[in-house]
């Protein structure tokens, strides 16, 4: 058993959310150890040293649990919301944004450094880290050029080519975020997410006040309630709409979606194909193999 793991290396992954932090420890193989997968709550919207602890204690019961074993991490590998200095590891999420405001301009690699005493340690944009982990175990596996959508909170993109994340060029938007291209008076994110979803429920029914989530109007569209599937036809539509002109420029094989959102891509599969037919380049439309884990692979990937 000792001489299969040390043919292998071991990173340890964090996926950053909005509520709770997902772990794990990912070998070189893209296979996640043992019993390693963790998700511990943590409130984003708490002061610094409590945040801290979190990421501290989290990646420490991973580096403890290796060492025990005789392994050495390879690297630790943290997929990370933005706006976000990822070479440098300082946090620029406006306090406004309601999370991790405690931590506007702080450098979160030099603090993770001094106490864990671990030096390789990577960061990267959420979204990237979704589409590489689809790429290397996931749904877009064996593809080259390929977008990566994260639909739930925001809408996260990435775009993939020639084995790696590219982040500009003519035939995609600043930093390959679509999410934040104008859209009627505001932006792409504002029209196709969480926020748009429940909105869009309220005023059809005419009542603002209705205490409604994604997974009560999908639950509802499921059930046959008309309302509902016409919501999700309307979001497809949208957003195949928007993807069309980028995916056509991008020459994109294949498009993967992932986010909580992702969960319901049935009710609004159809639409989004029917949008993006003409695109003779794309062989494929799907959700992600691991809406969960892809993050988590992302991070290991980043590492190896």
């Known amino acids: 058993m000792v001489n299969v793991m040390m043919n292998k290396n071991y990173a340890i992954c964090l996926d950053v959310g909005g509520t709770s932090l997902k772990s794990a420890i990912v070998n070189s193989h893209g296979k996640i150890m043992g019993n390693s997968y963790k998700q511990v709550p943590m409130d984003t919207q708490g002061v610094a040293e409590k945040v801290l602890n979190v990421f501290i204690s989290t990646i420490s019961l991973h580096i403890n649990y290796l060492y025990n074993m005789g392994i050495k991490p390879y690297g630790v590998g943290i997929g990370m919301p933005g706006p976000f200095d990822y070479e440098k590891g300082i946090c620029w999420i406006e306090p406004e944004q309601h999370k991790f405001r405690s931590l506007y301009g702080f450098n979160l690699k030099k603090e993770f450094i001094n106490k864990l005493n671990f030096n390789n ?40 080519s020639d084995n790696n994340i590219i982040d500009g060029g003519e035939s995609i938007p600043p930093l390959g975020w679509i999410g934040g291209m104008p859209y009627g008076e505001g932006i792409v994110e504002h029209k196709l997410t969480r926020r748009w979803i429940i909105s869009r429920y309220q005023e059809i029914m005419n009542d603002y006040t209705l205490d409604v989530d994604v997974i009560d109007v999908a639950n509802k569209a499921k059930g046959g309630d008309k309302t509902c599937i016409n919501i999700f036809e309307e979001m497809g539509q949208r957003l195949g709409r928007i993807l069309n002109p980028i995916a056509t420029k991008f020459n994109a094989e294949c498009i993967v979606i992932g986010g909580q959102i992702s969960k319901s891509f049935s009710l609004f599969e159809n639409a989004l194909i029917k949008q993006l037919d003409s695109i003779k380049t794309i062989r494929k439309i799907s959700p992600a193999k691991h809406i969960d884990l892809s993050p988590i692979y992302g991070a290991a990937k980043l590492i190896f």
């Open 121 to 160: 340690i990577k960061f990267e944009n959420d979204a990237w880290t979704f589409l590489r982990g689809e790429v290397w175990v996931g749904a877009a596996k064996g593809f080259n050029k390929i977008i990566g959508l994260t639909l739930g909170t925001g809408l996260g993109s990435a775009f993939f």
